[in-house]
């Protein structure tokens, strides 16, 4: 088993249980994941590497229920995801987790305090005023709520976006490289802004990432070669994880 187990005091915010994906058939078929296993514990941030073609986004994918694994078990909390029908899948998405992209996806016609309430609205919930107000803050938005994307730079744009992942109080935030369309500067502000609502907020938090630097941030490092989870690292430096990394081949 290639499995990362954590203290079984800790509660999973996620879990995987021998998950196996395989994309096409036959010959042509591609194993990304085989049998990987893993614990995510709530209120922790994790970072997953490795190679090009590793698997990480299969992985992201498999762990936030956008993608079924071919087989084995993924829970949040403590529902299983496998059991779930599309129906309830999406409702459990839109419900319980947050994203946040690479290209930020938002809403161009939109404003920004549009944008970051728009999955709520979609789910008919209320919202909780209050708390809006809070990550707003947080992220470092206010006076720039009533901005549509095309006016923001994008460092403000991911804001928006982590605004939108934070405010449904989700059990999970997954990133997928988060700061790849940013420069170095404000990549690290957004580094620093997820790690805060981590430590500020018992957020559970998720990211897939080709950096080490960003790697740094997060509690514990997954290392991901060829479908399978060969390594993590608790709190490692970047150097640490590039060595590792360049050990990979990557
Ligand atoms: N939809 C798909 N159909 C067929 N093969 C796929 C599909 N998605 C991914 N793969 C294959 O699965 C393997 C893992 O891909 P994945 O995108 O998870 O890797 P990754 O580590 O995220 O790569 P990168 O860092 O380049 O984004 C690769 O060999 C890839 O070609």
């Known amino acids: 088993m290639h499995g990362i187990e954590s203290p079984a005091a800790v509660r999973a915010a996620v879990r995987l249980d021998e998950v196996t994906k395989r994309y096409g058939r036959g010959r042509a078929a591609v194993e990304a994941l085989r049998g990987v296993s893993a614990e995510l514990p709530a209120g922790s941030f994790t970072a997953v590497m490795g190679p090009s073609g590793s698997g990480k986004s299969t992985f992201l994918h498999c762990a936030a229920g956008l993608d079924r694994p071919t087989s084995g078990r993924v829970l949040l909390e403590d529902t299983d995801l496998s059991g779930l029908r599309e129906r309830r899948l999406t409702r459990l998405r839109r419900d ?136 993590a690292m608790d709190r490692p430096g970047a150097a640490r994880i590039a060595d590792r990394m360049t050990l990979l081949g990557a």
Do not use: C
């Open 96 to 231: 319980r987790i947050g994203f946040v992209f690479q290209s930020f996806n938002l809403l161009p016609s939109l404003t920004a305090r549009q944008n970051i309430v728009l999955p709520q609205r979609l789910a008919r919930r209320r919202t909780d005023r209050e708390w809006v107000r809070e990550v707003v803050e947080r992220v470092g938005l206010a006076g720039r709520l009533d901005h549509r994307p095309g006016e923001l730079s994008g460092g403000q744009q991911q804001r928006v976006a982590i605004a939108r992942a934070l405010a449904a109080k989700p059990a999970v935030v997954f990133a997928d490289e988060p700061t790849g369309a940013l420069d170095l500067s404000t990549g690290r502000d957004i580094l620093a802004l997820l790690r805060a609502a981590v430590d500020a907020w018992r957020q559970t938090l998720v990211m897939v990432t080709h950096d080490p630097a960003a790697a740094a941030y997060a509690d514990r490092v997954l290392f991901l070669a060829d479908g399978t989870i060969v390594d």
